[in-house]
């Protein structure tokens, strides 16, 4: 079975305290990955680190340095490092900051330094990720992914969001959307290094929405439901696996149907 390949990975999982992060971090300890976790909010991530009994170093993806650092630091601590998971986005937390009454404004109001922001988080972000884990990906003929979002190949389908306090940003999609472009990119580049890159592609993940947006979203999923963080990993840990020997440059989406209409 391939989740047998994943024990003994050196695995560095940038994004581990968000819905998404939590569950892969679990579930790659779970099948015998040797995993670091980074994140930025640090109570948050010592907590995971002690459940999970693993090391953890803080990192700000729009901080190069702390980007330098925290790769140089697994690399050291794990002894190397196989697969890299590039899983960080901004947070809810941070767009209230910036645009605490315009984090979904109409596209004609919406707010320059979100879009910044955004941008260097959700996008840059990876960038600096891939450059500082090439060298050790390089001698591991090992694995980079990523994750994008839906909204990164198809447009939102904005009627969902009428009657409902959410809202789909342009800074989001575009940013999420430069992430397809960046693994396609990459996987050219790293290919004859025996370096494989691929990017994920979630559907919309039921959390704490609006009753009306979770309605309106499975309304338009052939599914007939949004997905929950357990119908993504699956794909992560076939990515991490040997199995996926053969596989980069892929776009694989796990959307219950949604991008087929």
């Known amino acids: 079975m391939y989740l047998n390949s994943i024990k003994g990975k050196k695995i560095l999982l940038v994004g581990s305290i968000g819905i998404l992060g939590k569950i892969f971090a679990e579930e790659i300890v779970r099948h015998g990955g040797d995993l670091i976790i980074a994140d930025m909010n640090i109570?948050?991530?010592?907590?995971?680190?002690?459940?999970?009994?693993?090391?953890?170093?803080?990192?700000?993806?729009?901080?190069?340095?702390?980007?330098?650092?925290?790769?140089k630091k697994s690399a050291k601590s794990l002894g190397g490092i196989d697969v890299v998971i590039s899983n960080a986005a901004i947070t809810g937390d941070i767009i209230k900051k910036i645009a605490p009454k315009k984090a979904y404004a109409p596209f004609s109001d919406q707010s320059l330094k979100l879009w910044k922001k955004t941008i260097d988080v959700n996008l840059t972000g990876s960038f600096l990720l891939a450059r500082e884990s090439e060298q050790h990906l390089s001698k591991a003929k090992g694995s980079f992914i990523?994750?994008?979002?839906i909204y990164g190949i198809v447009g939102p389908d904005q009627r969902i969001y009428k009657e409902t306090k959410m809202g789909c940003r342009a800074s989001y999609s575009a940013s999420k959307a430069g992430l397809v472009g960046l693994t396609k990119w990459l996987a050219t580049y790293w290919g004859e290094r025996g370096i494989?890159?691929?990017?994920?592609?979630?559907?919309?993940?039921?959390?704490?929405?609006?009753?009306?947006?979770?309605?309106?979203?499975?309304?338009?999923?052939?599914?007939?439901?949004?997905?929950?963080?357990?119908?993504i990993v699956g794909i992560f840990l076939y990515l991490i696996s040997d199995h996926s020997a053969y596989t980069t440059g892929g776009v694989h989406v796990v959307d219950g149907g949604l991008s087929v209409w």
Do not use: H
């Open 43 to 71: 109570q948050k991530l010592e907590k995971l680190a002690k459940k999970l009994s693993v090391k953890y170093f803080y990192i700000d993806l729009e901080k190069e340095k702390t980007v330098i650092d925290c790769v």
């Open 146 to 149: 990523i994750t994008s979002s």
């Open 196 to 231: 494989r890159v691929n990017c994920v592609v979630p559907g919309g993940i039921k959390s704490n929405q609006d009753p009306e947006f979770i309605q309106n979203y499975s309304n338009r999923v052939p599914l007939g439901r949004m997905a929950n963080p357990s119908d």
